[in-house]
């Protein structure tokens, strides 16, 4: 199964912007890139989804190349409230059949 | 609107021993999941379910049965539970999208298994 690869973990100060990249290299044409965010003792959460080129909302940006086998979720001026492990998510079109692919996510420590 | 439950939240159970963990979602969702989360591992499909009465192996399926009676329910079932399969079992719905492709999952809490 195609994988998807992110950094184990990254550290940020409060206020700064932080920018999480994750690797998708056997993309479906037809697939989203889908971002997630996961609190201890909880289920994912939904953060952002797009296609391709630029993605915002109210809590992140998603930036999409052309290519699309890659994707940066990019988190504003961050607080210890965003201390969370964020998962990148794509379908798998490697398998010939739909499988979809979290990635082991990437644990971000906000340090005050 | 409740979301997605799952039932229980904790459980342990010895070697050999057979269980069923239940799903519910209130959100009229097409697609449910069920995924296993080990340390360093992140989250691995287990199976999944296009619709009632549908259902399909993700990556990690073997040891597991699955059944989608009802469009509400999913419920992930362990013949003869091993200590393999200790670990934190999250239920996952979603609708479907027109264009294909993966889709907004919304998730449960999960359920804590512990296998001796």
């Known amino acids: ?8 973990s990254m550290d940020s100060y409060e206020g700064q912007e932080v920018n999480i ?11 989203y890139i889908t971002w997630y965010q996961q609190f ?3 289920g994912p959460r939904f953060i952002i989804q797009g296609y391709k080129t630029k993605v915002t909302n109210e809590v992140a940006s ?23 492990v964020y998962y990148c998510l794509v379908g798998d079109s490697g398998a010939g059949s739909y499988q979809l ?10 340090i005050p | 609107n409740a979301g997605v439950t799952q039932t229980p939240k904790f459980r342990v159970l010895k070697t050999g021993q057979s269980m069923t963990l239940l799903c519910a979602q209130d959100m ?17 499909l287990i199976h999944y379910s296009v619709g009632e009465g549908t259902t399909a ?9 699955v059944s989608r009676l009802k469009k509400q329910n999913f ?20 609708y479907v999208y027109s264009r294909g492709g993966n889709q907004p999952q919304h998730f449960g809490d999960g359920t804590r298994l512990s296998i001796l």
């Not at chain 1, 999409?64 to 994707?71: E, G, T, V, Y």
């Open chain 1, 1 to 8: 199964l195609a994988k998807t690869t992110q950094p184990i």
């Open chain 1, 21 to 31: 990249t994750c690797s998708h290299n056997n993309i479906a044409t037809n697939d």
């Open chain 1, 40 to 42: 201890p003792s909880q």
């Open chain 1, 62 to 84: 998603l930036f999409i190349p052309a290519d699309r086998k890659s994707s940066t979720l990019s988190l504003p001026r961050v607080s210890l409230s965003d201390t969370a």
């Open chain 1, 101 to 110: 692919t979290f990635g082991k996510g990437t644990k971000l420590s906000v």
């Open chain 2, 28 to 44: 009229n969702h097409e697609y449910m999941y069920w995924y296993r989360q080990d340390p360093g591992m992140g989250l691995r």
């Open chain 2, 57 to 65: 192996k993700g990556e990690v399926p073997d040891g597991y049965n």
């Open chain 2, 75 to 94: 419920l992930l079932g362990l013949e003869s539970a091993a200590p393999s399969q200790t670990s934190v079992y999250f239920c996952a719905s979603s």
